[in-house]
Protein backbone atom coordinates (compact mmCIF):
# COMPACT_ATOMS: atom_id res chain seq x y z
CA UNK A 1 0.00 0.00 0.00
CA UNK A 2 1.70 3.29 -1.31
CA UNK A 3 1.66 6.12 1.22
CA UNK A 4 2.74 9.78 0.88
CA UNK A 5 2.90 11.82 4.16
CA UNK A 6 4.01 15.65 3.56
CA UNK A 7 4.97 18.04 6.60
CA UNK A 8 6.31 21.55 6.05
CA UNK A 9 3.56 23.71 5.44
CA UNK A 10 2.26 27.17 7.66
CA UNK A 11 2.11 30.63 8.06
CA UNK A 12 5.13 32.94 6.60
CA UNK A 13 5.50 36.20 5.53
CA UNK A 14 6.42 36.78 1.73
CA UNK A 15 9.34 37.00 0.73
CA UNK A 16 10.13 34.03 2.92
CA UNK A 17 11.01 30.43 2.74
CA UNK A 18 9.56 27.09 4.19
CA UNK A 19 10.62 23.42 2.52
CA UNK A 20 7.96 20.77 2.24
CA UNK A 21 8.68 16.70 2.64
CA UNK A 22 6.69 14.10 1.72
CA UNK A 23 8.04 10.76 3.01
CA UNK A 24 6.78 7.63 0.74
CA UNK A 25 5.91 4.12 2.06
CA UNK A 26 5.34 1.31 -0.16
CA UNK A 27 6.97 2.74 -2.50
CA UNK A 28 10.75 3.32 -3.99
CA UNK A 29 11.28 7.24 -5.18
CA UNK A 30 14.82 5.93 -6.81
CA UNK A 31 13.71 3.43 -9.00
CA UNK A 32 12.94 3.80 -12.97
CA UNK A 33 9.71 2.12 -12.23
CA UNK A 34 8.07 5.32 -11.19
CA UNK A 35 6.84 7.43 -14.28
CA UNK A 36 6.66 10.82 -12.61
CA UNK A 37 6.73 12.80 -9.18
CA UNK A 38 6.12 16.21 -8.00
CA UNK A 39 4.11 18.62 -6.34
CA UNK A 40 1.04 20.10 -7.04
CA UNK A 41 -1.18 23.21 -5.15
CA UNK A 42 -4.53 24.20 -5.13
CA UNK A 43 -5.62 27.54 -4.42
CA UNK A 44 -9.23 28.54 -2.64
CA UNK A 45 -11.88 28.81 -6.07
CA UNK A 46 -9.49 27.45 -8.03
CA UNK A 47 -7.58 24.38 -10.15
CA UNK A 48 -5.57 21.96 -8.69
CA UNK A 49 -2.10 22.71 -10.70
CA UNK A 50 1.27 21.53 -11.80
CA UNK A 51 3.93 23.37 -9.54
CA UNK A 52 6.90 21.16 -10.09
CA UNK A 53 7.14 17.54 -11.69
CA UNK A 54 10.51 15.13 -12.12
CA UNK A 55 9.50 12.62 -15.43
CA UNK A 56 11.34 9.19 -15.59
CA UNK A 57 14.92 9.73 -16.41
CA UNK A 58 15.54 12.77 -13.97
CA UNK A 59 14.05 15.69 -16.40
CA UNK A 60 12.55 18.58 -14.37
CA UNK A 61 9.62 20.81 -15.03
CA UNK A 62 8.44 23.64 -13.20
CA UNK A 63 5.45 26.09 -13.57
CA UNK A 64 6.07 29.55 -14.86
CA UNK A 65 4.98 30.84 -11.69
CA UNK A 66 7.77 29.02 -9.53
CA UNK A 67 10.64 29.07 -11.75
CA UNK A 68 14.01 30.15 -9.94
CA UNK A 69 12.20 30.21 -6.82
CA UNK A 70 10.88 26.56 -5.56
CA UNK A 71 13.38 23.76 -6.41
CA UNK A 72 12.45 20.21 -5.89
CA UNK A 73 14.85 17.31 -4.70
CA UNK A 74 14.38 13.95 -3.47
CA UNK A 75 16.46 12.25 -0.66
CA UNK A 76 16.46 8.38 -1.99
CA UNK A 77 17.90 7.26 1.52
CA UNK A 78 15.05 8.34 3.22
CA UNK A 79 12.63 7.70 0.36
CA UNK A 80 11.58 11.48 0.56
CA UNK A 81 10.40 14.36 -1.86
CA UNK A 82 11.00 17.85 -1.21
CA UNK A 83 9.98 21.34 -2.39
CA UNK A 84 12.52 24.24 -1.20
CA UNK A 85 9.94 26.91 -1.75
CA UNK A 86 12.22 30.27 -1.46
CA UNK A 87 10.87 34.29 -1.61
CA UNK A 88 7.39 33.50 -1.38
CA UNK A 89 4.49 35.07 -2.67
CA UNK A 90 1.05 35.59 -1.09
CA UNK A 91 -0.13 34.21 -4.43
CA UNK A 92 1.51 30.96 -3.46
CA UNK A 93 -0.64 30.99 -1.31
CA UNK A 94 -2.89 27.08 -1.70
CA UNK A 95 -2.73 23.49 -0.16
CA UNK A 96 0.14 22.01 -1.53
CA UNK A 97 0.03 17.60 -2.83
CA UNK A 98 2.61 15.38 -3.41
CA UNK A 99 2.35 12.91 -6.32
CA UNK A 100 3.50 9.84 -7.52
CA UNK A 101 2.49 8.07 -10.72
CA UNK A 102 4.27 5.16 -10.61
CA UNK A 103 5.17 2.56 -13.78
CA UNK A 104 1.57 1.55 -14.11
CA UNK A 105 0.43 5.32 -14.17
CA UNK A 106 -1.50 4.80 -11.05
CA UNK A 107 -1.63 8.06 -9.41
CA UNK A 108 -0.96 8.10 -5.66
CA UNK A 109 -1.27 11.51 -3.39
CA UNK A 110 -0.69 12.79 -0.05
CA UNK A 111 -2.90 14.03 2.33
CA UNK A 112 -1.90 17.88 1.35
CA UNK A 113 -0.13 20.62 3.72
CA UNK A 114 -1.26 24.59 3.67
CA UNK A 115 1.29 27.13 2.61
CA UNK A 116 -0.12 31.03 3.43
CA UNK A 117 2.22 33.82 2.45
CA UNK A 118 1.26 36.48 4.22
CA UNK A 119 1.93 40.18 2.49
Known amino acids: QVQLVENGGGLVQAGGSLRLSCAASGIRLGVNAINAMGWYRQAPGKEREVVVL???????NYADSVKDRFTISRDIAKNTLYLQMDNLEPEDTAVYYCNIRDGSWRTFWGQGTQVTVSS
Open 54 to 60: IARGGGT
